[in-house]
């Protein structure tokens, strides 16, 4: 059986990996797919946040990591995927998540969504409050990987930010 992880991954949180890392034990093939959202102004490119993940589940065999555009439920079906992850930080999170899979459940009533409760260290971390510290010279050592801090830290370094 084969999942999909989507998101926006800008950047890759321990939240992140946390999903990852547990959700890959419960399917045969995981895809994390980075949406790409031509709407949003990204700290990170998509071949950058790929690049990163890459190297972050280099060592879980049955992630493979992608990019998309457009629906979900699209990529889902052209990669053969019946269920969808979604991690789940809050109570508002449900809200708006439990919406998305309704409307997904709507247009391929054959996809499945499974929500995923963070680690409780993780409850209140985002890719966006990590990118708010990184760029005014906080200490987020500990909400991502080593390999998305040094990225961080270029790209505040160069004023990318």
Aim: hydrophobic share 40%; glycine share 4%.
């Amino acid at each position: 059986m084969k999942a999909v992880y989507p998101g926006s991954f800008d950047p890759p949180t321990n939240g992140h990996l946390d999903i990852i890392t547990r959700a890959s034990k419960l399917t045969d093939n995981l895809i994390v797919a980075v949406l790409n959202n031509p709407s949003k102004k990204p700290m990170f490119t998509v071949d950058e946040k790929i690049e990163m993940l890459k190297e972050l589940t280099k060592d879980i065999p049955n992630v493979k990591v992608a990019s998309f555009s457009g629906l979900l439920v699209d990529f889902c079906k052209q990669n053969d995927c019946k269920i969808i992850i979604r991690g789940l930080r809050a109570l508002t999170d449900f809200e708006y998540e439990f919406q998305i899979a309704l409307t997904n459940k709507t247009m391929d009533k054959d996809i499945e969504t499974l929500f995923m409760p963070t680690d409780t260290q993780n409850l209140w971390l985002s890719s966006s409050v990590v990118k708010e510290i990184a760029t005014f010279g906080g200490k987020y050592d500990a909400m991502v990987p080593k390999i998305v801090k040094d990225r961080l830290e270029e790209k505040v370094n160069k004023g990318e930010c």
